[in-house]
């Protein structure tokens, strides 16, 4: 089968906004994406980045790159969509800034009105599907764009339990209020990525009807709660 082709896309910041201590939500205009069909709740892109000490500055144009600086590749960072608006062709982005280290964090962080990134996508493939009843959600800080998502397109007649674990009390940031929905925060208070998470969705009563699982953050969390719902409570995958 030929690779799939990757769709270069761009987009132009026109908004930014602190949305709490570790969060920045980036507005772009992105007019490729005007009448594109973008059907899930966990929609990413893969913005792409000038590596450190690159001989070339964002938009990053990765044909014209390896043609004329191929010892500088670019480098891709993955966000996902909090929202999409494919009728103004437009995207929102939730940053996690961690600091000056890394490239997407400290763009974030800098980035104002005017500023240009190229990206690949959107890729994604899952979206609360109406057949569940129920639903359990569960992420940092990065996978909440995704779950925030989910909440405002959860079924009509579904209900869902959403696990946000954040840094501390100081760190929670607005989610949507939806009827039939139980958010619970978990506060990492200097405990590893992913301890709380695991605590939580562990201790937490798993419904009787169909449930459908959502759950992302650090991999040694993931590798736990995947053991602990598909062996020791033998979930169907
Ligand atoms: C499908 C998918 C969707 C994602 N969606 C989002 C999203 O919507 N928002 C988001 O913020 N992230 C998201 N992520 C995670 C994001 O892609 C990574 O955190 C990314 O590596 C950050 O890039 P960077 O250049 O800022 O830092 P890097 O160059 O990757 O890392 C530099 C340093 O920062 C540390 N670091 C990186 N990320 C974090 C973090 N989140 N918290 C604390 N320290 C960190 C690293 O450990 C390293 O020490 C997603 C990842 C995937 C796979």
């Known amino acids: 089968m030929p690779p ?8 132009t910041v026109t908004r930014t906004e602190r949305i709490s201590p570790q969060l920045i939500r980036l507005t772009l205009d992105s007019p490729d994406l005007v009448g594109a069909e973008l059907p899930f709740t966990d929609h990413y892109v893969k913005l792409l980045f000038p590596p450190p000490d ?30 999409r608006d494919t009728i103004r062709g437009t995207i929102a982005l939730d940053f996690v800034t961690h600091g000056d280290t890394g490239l997407a964090s400290p763009w974030a962080l800098q980035a104002k009105p005017g500023d240009r ?31 925030c998502a989910a909440l405002e397109e959860l079924p009509e007649h579904a209900d869902a339990t959403a696990f946000f674990e ?31 998470l695991a ?28 053991r602990y719902l598909f062996v020791e409570r033998t979930i169907a995958k």
Do not use: C
């Open 166 to 196: 954040v840094a501390d009390r100081s760190a929670v940031f607005e989610v949507p209020q939806v009827e039939r929905v139980t958010i619970v925060w978990l506060f990492r208070d200097g405990a590893p990525y992913g301890h709380k």
């Open 54 to 83: 690159a001989p070339y500055a964002h938009p990053v144009d990765p044909e014209q790159v390896s043609a004329e600086f191929p010892e500088h590749p670019p480098m891709t960072r993955t966000y996902s969509l909090r929202h």
């Open 199 to 226: 605590q939580a969705v562990r201790a937490t009563t798993i419904p009787t009807g169909r449930t459908s699982w959502f759950v992302h953050g650090v991999a040694e969390m993931i590798k736990d709660l995947r």
């Open 117 to 147: 990134i190229n990206y690949f996508g959107p890729g994604g493939a899952w979206r609360p599907d109406p057949s569940y009843k129920h639903f359990i959600l569960a992420g940092d800080e990065a996978a909440s764009p995704a779950i």
């Open 4 to 11: 799939r082709q990757r769709i270069l896309r761009h987009a």
